[in-house]
């Protein structure tokens, strides 16, 4: 159940075009800057990014009026410098959420929480914005654009102002991310935001006590990092697994973290297992060793309620009976009947194997205390940091003499000081005159003219920009020896982001939950490497992930000029290129950017082609939508099945899969597909299909008629 989104209220009056503010504040481990105005070159982003010393930032942009060009360059270098921080955006005005969402590469790794959305009155013209807050109102901005608001001045419709149409989709379609616990304690007290913790989140508390240590587990245990956790035990560890998450088919976290703690331990306790834990977690052979079970949970059944319960079972004091491969007794919560435990099997042999543990009064005391500490009181493993030890120097009888040794040097040196001090008294030396050296002020960053349509500058990066009649969509190349070199990266990077413009529209339920999870999840990895990697431009880890990115676009680019036909951009809108002074020695390098206007007409035309079904002889395909290519190299194109008819079943092909060919004849579309297919199921000679499932190489499948 969604929360309602913020009530409206009036917008904000614009700060000043070019006046930058920047307020910065901590709270706990958290960093705060709020941010007012043009973000320009007054905004210097490595200096305030290198004055950040948590690890969590929290963003404030509620005053931000735009991004202009220089300061995108210097909010990327922020970006890139805070990359292993973890940054939320908050409070996003209208403008500031436009231009990161808009830009590929402006919102980086930070994760945006919340922001403004303009809505304007039709009738009165009173314009008020309302807060999103996206963890929560994820499904009620998918469906902002074609939203109204009643006018809280004349009882008008308010609609959402001047967004792209692809804004509010593009915002809902990203991952949804983790909030710190800390961070999500300040945006609900402070912000009074109404967020719910995730509870998958992995998180990982300690207590230590002389040899004891007690270690608070919780989420999703696929998540857990085995070496932290086998640091973090020592002596007899006791693991609360209360609120701890498991699947039993990624359990290997949790196994690496056994085998590796009772290498080191003294012993190790588990309390608080969940149903299911001992089964798929638990080795017989790791009983036999340091570890123990505490208390565990068995699902129970009420025969009277027709419900089934989870109770703990604590081994001690039930052990005679769990040995036998029994349940213990117990009572239903609601009706007080008795409960029955059906085991399975491999339950039995797990209470068989169960071994008792020495009672030790002192461990019991610690593990009361610990288990009733809040977790903000506890050691939180997961943001803890060891503490440098000073080494302190023993002085020996030797180390006397070397120190007497340097004293007598020191007095030796003193003497000479007070000849020479002596000697200058009686015969003062001649002071020259000299004047206050001249200090060159910094020149001014160079003017640039560019035309109106670039709105970033950041090397390798593309976006697309609704128009009122067209999508404009811009590419921007990386810095490149040769103009010809610039221009290929620029018109690559404006095609493929036009690609990711088509699918973002593309509303086909098979589409989106078959197509685009295929390509977008590697896409988002591959240009967020990159950016990562723009900080040192000479190092091979930066040139390694843009022959990534462009090498993938390239490929894009090439399946969108052979399947979409004439829906296919031909003629690029404008270009601009800039020449800059190479670093280092080297010869001068290129910039370059490239402006497609894809009419609306032809933006139809392209999502009606990767979008509609074509069916023949029982079969129905869609071409191949270009953006796959970003997750295989070999991809090439072809036409994905969405429904296979009987005689390609019968040959053991099924939906989801690709055809590339039809008895050999490369097939690029879905039209393509059928008609070959058609003439193939009619004709008299052999038929075949070459299909590719996954990750798996093509195979030839023939088909019989």
Excluded at 285 to 295: A, V
Excluded at 428 to 441: G, I, K, L, M, R
Excluded at 544 to 559: G, M, Q, Y
Aim: glycine share 6%; with cysteine.
């Amino acid at each position: 159940m969604s929360t309602a989104p913020t009530p409206s209220t009036p917008k904000a009056p614009r700060a000043p075009q070019n006046n930058f503010g920047l307020q910065k504040a901590t709270n706990g481990g958290i960093t705060l800057l709020s941010m007012e105005g043009t973000i320009n070159e007054d905004f210097e982003g490595r200096k305030v990014a290198e004055g950040i010393k948590t690890k969590k930032l929290v963003v404030s942009m509620r005053g931000v009026r735009r991004f202009a060009s220089w300061g995108m360059s210097e909010w990327m270098d922020f970006l890139r410098i805070n990359a292993n921080t973890d940054l939320y955006l908050v409070e996003c005005s209208s403008y500031a959420v436009s231009q990161i969402t808009m830009v590929t590469g402006l919102l980086g790794h930070a994760k945006l929480v919340s922001f403004y959305v303009s809505y304007l009155c039709g009738s009165c013209g009173e314009e008020r914005e309302t807060l999103f807050i996206v963890p929560r109102d994820r499904e009620e901005i998918r469906d902002l654009l074609g939203s109204h608001q009643e006018c809280a001045t004349c009882g008008g419709r308010a609609r959402p102002g001047d967004y792209p149409a692809s804004f509010f989709e593009s915002t809902c379609e990203r991952p949804a991310f983790d909030i710190d616990d800390e961070v999500l304690k300040y945006l609900r007290s402070e912000l009074k935001y109404e967020i719910a913790p995730d509870l998958t989140r992995f998180r990982a508390f300690r207590a230590v006590k002389d040899k004891y240590t007690y270690l608070r587990l919780s989420g999703s245990l696929a998540l857990l990092r085995p070496e932290l956790v086998v640091d973090a035990s020592a002596g007899t560890t006791i693991v609360d697994l209360e609120g701890a998450i498991f699947d039993p088919v990624q359990i290997a976290p949790w196994r690496a973290y056994v085998k590796g703690a009772l290498a080191t331990v003294t012993g190790l306790q588990l309390i608080n297992c969940p149903i299911g834990f001992l089964e798929h977690a638990v080795l017989p052979e790791d009983l036999h060793d340091k570890l123990k079970i505490r208390t565990f949970a068995i699902a129970y059944d009420c025969s009277r309620c027709d419900t089934t319960s989870a109770q703990l079972v604590d081994v001690a004091t039930n052990l005679e009976q769990l040995v036998g491969g029994v349940a213990p007794p117990a009572r239903c919560p609601t009706c007080s009947s008795k409960l029955i435990a059906t085991l399975s099997p491999s339950q039995v042999s797990c209470l068989r194997s169960l071994p008792a543990r020495d009672r030790d009064p002192a461990l019991d005391a610690f593990l009361v205390k610990a288990r009733t500490e809040p977790s903000d009181k506890l050691e939180n493993l997961l943001t803890a940091t060891k503490k440098p030890v000073k080494a302190t120097a023993a002085v020996g009888g030797r180390a006397i003499y070397i120190a007497l040794g340097l004293s007598a040097l020191l007095i030796a040196g003193l003497v000479m000081l007070g000849i020479v001090l002596w000697e200058r008294t009686a015969n003062p030396p001649v002071v020259a005159t000299t004047t206050n050296p001249t200090v060159t002020p910094e020149p001014p960053r160079p003017t640039i003219n560019r035309p109106e349509w670039i709105l970033s500058d950041v090397p390798s990066s593309a976006y697309c920009h609704d128009m009122i009649n067209r999508l404009m969509c811009v590419g921007v190349s990386s810095y490149r020896p040769t103009r010809d070199e610039a221009v290929t990266d620029a018109n690559d990077a404006a095609l493929e982001q036009l690609v990711s413009a088509v699918g973002i529209k593309i509303s086909d339920p098979f589409f989106r939950e078959n197509v685009l999870g295929g390509y977008s999840d590697v896409r988002a990895k591959a240009l967020a490497a990159l950016q990562t990697a723009d900080i040192d431009r000479s190092s091979a880890t930066y040139a390694a992930a843009n022959d990534t990115v462009n090498k993938a676009r390239k490929r894009v680019v090439e399946i969108l000029q052979r399947s979409a036909g004439a829906a296919a951009p031909t003629q690029r809108s404008d270009w601009y290129w800039e020449e800059y002074a190479g670093e280092k020695g080297k010869g001068n390098e290129v910039l370059v950017f490239v402006r497609y206007d894809v009419s609306l007409d032809a933006l139809r035309a392209l999502v009606d082609r990767y979008s509609t079904p074509t069916s023949t002889m029982g079969t129905v395909a869609m071409t191949a939508f270009p953006g796959l290519a970003w997750n295989h190299a070999d991809f090439a194109g072809g036409a994905v099945l969405t429904k296979v008819g009987k005689q390609l079943t019968r040959a053991g092909i099924a939906p989801k899969q690709l055809v590339t060919a039809v008895n050999e004849q490369p097939v690029s579309d879905a039209t393509g597909f059928a008609r070959h297919l058609e003439d193939g199921l009619k004709g008299t000679g052999d038929l075949t299909l070459t299909v590719k499932a996954g990750d798996a190489p093509a195979a030839i499948v023939p088909i019989k008629r």
